[in-house]
């Protein structure tokens, strides 16, 4: 049973730094894509940004240049950095995991989410 725990959320000011941790259960070889996503009040869930396992990165154009994904691959561990932080990144984020790939990735496995809060 794959088991993904993110940790790492909170208040911050805005213009601050938060890093998101999501540590897998298991190997994340096994995951073809694992990403990040979040869901503000009353907003559909939306893709923040995905690391395929060759280590390619894909970014919505709302946290290009501010956020960056990454992996550890020795630590089963992806982790979401985000730099000037603004109020309207609060959320909860998600992390996901993939091991179904059609068209595209298919996150069938996700953790619980951790709220993160900007102030302005």
């Known amino acids: 049973q794959v088991q993904l725990v993110e940790s790492g959320g909170g208040l911050v000011q805005a213009g601050g730094s938060l890093r998101l941790s999501c540590a897998a259960s298991?190997?994340?070889?096994?995951?073809?894509?694992m990403a990040w996503y979040r869901q503000a009040p009353g907003k559909q869930r939306e893709l923040v940004a995905a690391i395929t396992s060759r280590g390619s990165t894909n970014y919505a154009e709302s946290v290009k240049g501010r956020f960056t994904i990454s992996r550890d691959n020795a630590e089963n561990t992806v982790y979401l950095q985000m730099n000037s932080l603004k109020p309207e990144d609060t959320a909860v984020y998600y992390c996901?995991?993939?091991?179904?790939?059609?068209?595209?990735?298919?996150?069938?496995?996700w953790g619980q989410g951790t709220q993160v809060t900007v102030s302005s």
């Open positions: 996901a995991a993939s091991q179904i790939w059609r068209t595209g990735p298919e996150y069938g496995y």
């Open positions: 298991g190997s994340i070889f096994s995951f073809n894509s």
